[in-house]
């Protein structure tokens, strides 16, 4: 991915997280380099990035870090066409993290992800903070193909937290 392309990705990912949801500009790049990272695009008839998605390929799961849609044109098929790409790059279970239910704008996110299959689980999950200073984030966990006890989910989310959010496991 060339420099220009990072930006145009990045520049959506501001656009479309709150700060407490993205890496800075140099923590994200650096990620380009990691074995496991994974990101899609969608461009536009003139090249420009109008869509992404980041993901993680792991041994035993996929994990959706970011997804989003330039929002001069969301609602367009583009995020679900995506989405839709990395689930079935695999036969791997794949997870991804949800702010909890509790206004429209949340509550039409999850009926998003749960129309491609995904499933709402109902146990305790915390992000860790993606960048210095910032607090823990309480998310909650979607899964695809099926939903998952929080006993299942535990190697996953050891994985997450060694590999993506790069925690020693004594702070697990």
Known sequence: MNELEF????????ASFPETECRTSESQRALLHHPCYRLL????????????LA????TDFRFVEHIAVDSAIRG??????????????SGKPVVLEVEPPVDEWTQRRIGFYERLGFHLNHFDYVQ?????G???????????????????FAPFKEILYTEVYRLNKKTI
């Open 76 to 89: 367009g098929g583009l995020g679900k066409e995506l989405m839709s790409k990395f689930i079935s790059q």
């Open 41 to 52: 695009t969608k461009k536009d008839e003139q090249g420009q990035i109008i869509a992404f």
């Open 7 to 14: 930006s145009q990705v990045y520049a959506i990912m501001e």
């Open 134 to 152: 910032q607090a823990d984030l309480r998310l909650q966990i979607m899964s695809y193909p099926g939903a998952l006890a929080e006993q299942d």
């Open 128 to 132: 860790p903070p993606l960048r210095e």
């Open 55 to 58: 993901g993680w390929e792991f």
